[in-house]
């Protein structure tokens, strides 16, 4: 039986992921997570499975090759912590592309009600009594404008949300899908006229700070920013610099820049040293989620069922429909010719 080294693993990883094994793996559940200080845990195991803030550098790669590791299963869709490059030729990278695209659109949206309607200052007025209502007007999303960055599964799904909404949609992704219910635009356009604008595009050298300054400078004043993608699409400090002066109305985050020290650990009894993290989370206008949009039912049950499938025909010799590399978008990945990325 092969044995799989599960990093970063919680209670409820344990739960789903022992419900689809049949036994078919050993699985070593590590608390830590995973990066050149604690890759050597694998050691003896036939595979890792890892997640959105585990390192997985061409250091933790090296080592991963020393100690006989050939494939590392990426329990998520995002892969940009994966130094895929270097993994290429030597590591079997495999992701679950798709679990529930619908987990991550509904918490855009519960994110955009949540802020425009300040649900969450409401929610700990009426604990204590205060029923007034100053400073909780909210706007009718209905007829507003909203900017969708990256029209992939989970853009497509908010643009559809919104859509029941009332609202018009406008996007921007380099790879336009055909027929498209909504309009596309430049990203400059996206930001002169959205009321909104929600990041769904994955996190690649071209989309690093696509939320700076300049982009900033050109949306409309009072503009609320969705990130449910991954933090370093937005310049923190810009976002801050917004925020402060007002040009951004309120941002609902699920992801944030530094997030890999803090986000799935309690630090409620701890000083968070992070100052900008701190301010972001004590303004009134910003609704931060701890990198939870993807956590319903129905996709943990998929990505425990596609992370072991994945595993499973890779031991078996089968085909790898969810592997990745760096050559699978230059079009000169060997996966059409061999059903593996080499
Ligand atoms: P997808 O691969 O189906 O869609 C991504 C879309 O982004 C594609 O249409 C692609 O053409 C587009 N894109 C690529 N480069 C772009 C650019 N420079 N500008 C604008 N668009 C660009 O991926 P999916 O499933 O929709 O996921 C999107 C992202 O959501 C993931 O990459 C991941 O970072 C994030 N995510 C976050 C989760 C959470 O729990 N917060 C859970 C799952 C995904």
Redesign the pocket.
Same mark, same amino acid.
Not at 149 to 155: A, C, F, K, L, S
Not at 172 to 175: G, I, K
Not at 200 to 204: A, D, V
């Given at each position: 039986m092969k044995t799989i080294a599960f990093y970063d693993a919680k209670r409820y990883d344990r739960e789903y992921f022992d419900k689809v094994n049949n036994n078919r793996f050993h699985i070593r559940y590590f608390e830590s997570k995973l990066n050149a200080d604690t890759v050597s845990l694998a050691k003896g195991a036939d595979a890792v499975c890892a997640f959105v803030n585990d390192d997985i550098g061409a250091e933790v790669l090296d080592k991963l090759v020393e100690l006989g590791i050939s494939i590392v299963a990426m329990r *998520? %869709? $995002?892969y940009?912590n994966v130094d895929i490059k270097s993994a290429y030729g030597r590591v079997h990278v495999v992701h679950v #592309?798709?679990y529930s695209?619908y987990a991550?659109a509904e918490?855009a949206m519960g994110l955009l009600l949540a802020l425009n309607r300040k649900l969450h200052r409401a929610y700990n007025r009426t604990r204590e009594h205060n029923f007034s209502l100053d400073g909780l007007m909210g706007m009718d999303l209905h007829g507003k404008t909203i900017g969708i !960055? =990256? &029209? $992939?599964? !989970? =853009?497509r799904v908010f643009a559809d949300i919104c859509k029941g909404f009332g609202m018009r949609v406008v996007a921007? +992704?380099?790879?336009p899908v055909a027929n498209a219910p909504f309009e596309y635009v430049s990203v400059d356009e996206l930001c002169r006229v959205s009321d909104v604008i929600s990041l769904? *595009? #994955?996190? &690649?050298k +071209? &989309?690093y700070h696509?939320i700076n300054e300049d982009s900033i400078a050109k949306m409309k004043d009072g503009v609320y920013l969705i990130n &449910?993608?991954?933090g370093s699409l937005i310049d923190s400090q810009a976002l801050m610099n917004g925020l402060k002066s007002g040009k951004i109305g309120g941002a609902g985050l +699920?992801?944030y820049e530094e997030e890999s020290d803090f986000f799935y650990e309690d630090y409620s009894n701890k000083i968070l040293r992070d100052d900008r993290l701190a301010a972001l989370i004590s303004m009134p206008n910003v609704i931060l989620t701890s990198?939870? %949009?993807?956590?319903t039912q129905e996709a943990m049950s998929a990505i425990a069922a596609t992370t072991l499938d994945n595993l499973w025909a890779y031991f078996k010799g089968g085909p790898l429909p969810n592997e990745i590399c760096y050559r699978c978008s230059s079009g000169t990945c060997k996966k059409s010719e061999n059903s593996r990325c080499f």
């Open positions: *998520c %869709a $995002g940009n #592309p798709a695209p991550v918490h !960055i =990256g &029209t $992939g599964r !989970i =853009g921007y +992704d380099p790879f769904h *595009c #994955p996190l &690649t +071209d &989309t696509i &449910t993608s991954r +699920d992801v990198h939870q %949009a993807f956590f």
